[in-house]
């Protein structure tokens, strides 16, 4: 089994900044790419930006230049930096990790989610 234990979600205002962490702890032998998604009411969940292990990255067109996505592979944490926020990035954010088990299995969890809400 996996854990993953999302922190640093909250309430700012536009223009602001915060900083999404996800911590990753269990089972893990590898970890292929990590990923945050987000889910706003009354839309799908979509992607906001990946890294895989490597340090390959890959962003949504709306986030692009503003949020940065980090990892520490000794943590088996990714972040996600979020700068000049707007009110429409207001969502439940989900961090998503991709991996093998010893085993040598696949695996793939999510966090628990962590609320974000831009508003003046």
């Known amino acids: 089994q996996v854990q993953l234990v999302e922190s640093g979600g909250g309430l700012v205002q536009p223009g602001g900044s915060l900083r999404l962490s996800c911590a990753a702890s269990?089972?893990?032998?590898?970890?292929?790419?990590w990923a945050w998604y987000r889910q706003a009411p009354g839309k799908q969940r979509e992607l906001v930006a990946t890294?895989?292990?490597?340090?390959?990255?890959n962003y949504a067109d709306s986030v692009k230049g503003r949020f940065p996505i980090s990892r520490d592979n000794a943590k088996n944490t990714v972040y996600l930096q979020m700068n000049s926020l707007k009110p429409e990035d207001t969502a439940v954010y989900y961090c998503?990790?991709?991996?093998?088990?010893?085993?040598?299995?696949?695996?793939?969890?999510w966090g628990q989610g962590t609320q974000v809400t831009v508003s003046s």
């Open positions: 998503n990790l991709g991996g093998t088990y010893y085993t040598g299995n696949y695996f793939n969890y």
């Open positions: 269990g089972s893990i032998f590898k970890i292929y790419a």
């Open positions: 890294i895989t292990s490597g340090g390959s990255t």
